[in-house]
């Protein structure tokens, strides 16, 4: 909630004076944003409120100088994924409820489309931008610092960037992939494969070799290896460095992967998944060997889908929030439009494990 | 292909003059387009070509005008639909090709949201759009009527609009449907169920009741309703009103129907399901019934998934070319961007029923 926000600069937010004023705080916001319809009556209530409690921001000043377009432009990696479609969805409803349309860029995870994608909105004047970007390193990020430089409000979403000093709207990727692999040791389960990690051109002779390829590579995916590594070394159970798929992250290669994991010596007994990718690459595997879960084999995976549910028997799958991490970013985006001050954090919101059938002791 | 459109036309198209220029048609594209980067060297062999040909289009004045903003703008019914991601990847490469951008609107739909959309396309000045509309009738247009008439080149994708006389390109939904309801009825079922139809309030008393209902509503539907009616028409299986699914198009009322129709004396033996949430909704209602396929009831649905070759048994689906859909609107539209005159036709893809196993005689 952005109450948090102001509350932390010592301020008086939009919904506390939505609540002093007896509205919703979306009314609140449309008055004192200057947009959309309020009556009369209601607009004197919100700002009276407004007065009382001392609430100031360069929103008024900001919202009724021209050139705003009442647009925010969304740049997503992949809008296939279903989780970037629910995310857009949320900030679709957000955005809405708070008078704004949503424009939509997706750049298929290449970071070049991601900068011309940048300069579009810029070039269509939107006024503001939340974005799941494909940038991983300090060096990446020159066009998202040249959205701000011209005062372009940027929300990250789903992927924070450690060099970038913004707001960002994540989920807890560590701790739901730590929970998600404590339930596969619980279950008494100690050699669990990890798919799919960085793309690395050699699997990883050690640990942190692993850990240095996934500090360079996707940072959702970096927090989901330490999650797994946090459980593994919570429960003793030592790294094998075997059992962590590297290389493309596509389906096919998610299959080969896990099929060499399930003709080792010592082979696996679970499987843990971090995208649906890997979990349809993962049954693949499992059926190509004449394998069942969760009799052979234990598996949990991101992200909860109907057809998870639909599966026989239905998968245990980590649900992500998927609405609430779109619409939060739009809050806080359009927050900054208005003029509050950003506070530059990193939002982070649950995930849920939803336990099903197909979690077993190992065999 | 654009070509049989300019051979209808009886003029020289961009392929034709690419390969009498011997360049691939995206370079005598945007040499003829007077965009991108094109060498000197080729640029000249394809004006020289052109001239030869006799290829002429007012693309020349027009996209050297100004104005022109090299972004096109795409509005889908619902971006959470993985059918419409991927066709939205089919106009993202197809126009990033032609050296254009694509933004996205989704309207979840909203009627009301895709008029917004269209102004929000107009007042941000796309050179054209691509729209999976939501309207169902004449008097629905006038949005896309009033970007005609400002000169922005609309196409329609996998909706036809029949009051709308525009470039559409669709696949074929009759045929798809016909088809894979053939093939139920050549394993010997009679008692085939459909999910869904139109959105009624009670169910039809005639079949001329649901076809009147289904040409008020979604073009698509209809036309997968029209080739289940086909198939029976054929085979002399009399229509049967209480084997078609009416109401809310959501998961939860498909299992509720389909329960119904599990439950009747002469209960059905085999589903034709149009969308991935009846597939859902329909594997919930077997299993709460303790029915399995394909050996209780035989299944097939649109669209084929990931998830659909990995279910046990996988499932028999249609598989719409997605991505194609997408990259031949793109085509047409950029054609018609160029100053191409648009010959105003249905472009039908062709659909592919992938036989899986959820297909058995009945029980």
Known sequence: MPTDRGQAAGRPTISEVAAE???GRATAARTLGG?????PELRGRVLAAADKLGYRANAL??????????TIGVIVADIGNPFFAGVVRGICDASRAGGFDTIVLSTYEDL???????????????DGMIIASAAVGGRDVGHIKEALNRGVPV???????????????VIDNRDAAREAVERLIAAGHRRIGF??????ERPPATRRELLEAASRNLWTDGERLRGYLDA???ARIPFDPGLVMVGRKVEERVTEEVARMLALPDRITALFCTETEAVTGALRALRA???AYPRDVALIGFDDSAWAAVMDPPLTMIEQPVHDLGAKAAQVLLDGIRGVEPVRETHTLRSRLVERASVAPPP
């Not at 000043?61 to 009442?70: D, I, K, L, N, P």
């Open 21 to 23: 004023a007896g509205v």
């Open 35 to 39: 947009y959309g319809h309020v009556s």
């Open 61 to 70: 000043a900001r919202s009724m100088s021209t050139g705003v377009s009442h």
């Open 112 to 126: 070049d489309e991601e900068v011309a994608a940048t300069n579009v909105l810029i070039d269509k004047r939107v």
């Open 155 to 169: 929300v990250l979403v789903d992927r924070a960037v450690p060099s970038l000093d913004l707001d960002a709207v």
């Open 195 to 200: 798919v799919w990690g960085p793309p690395m």
């Open 232 to 234: 593994l070394d919570d």
């Open 289 to 291: 060997a004449g394998l």
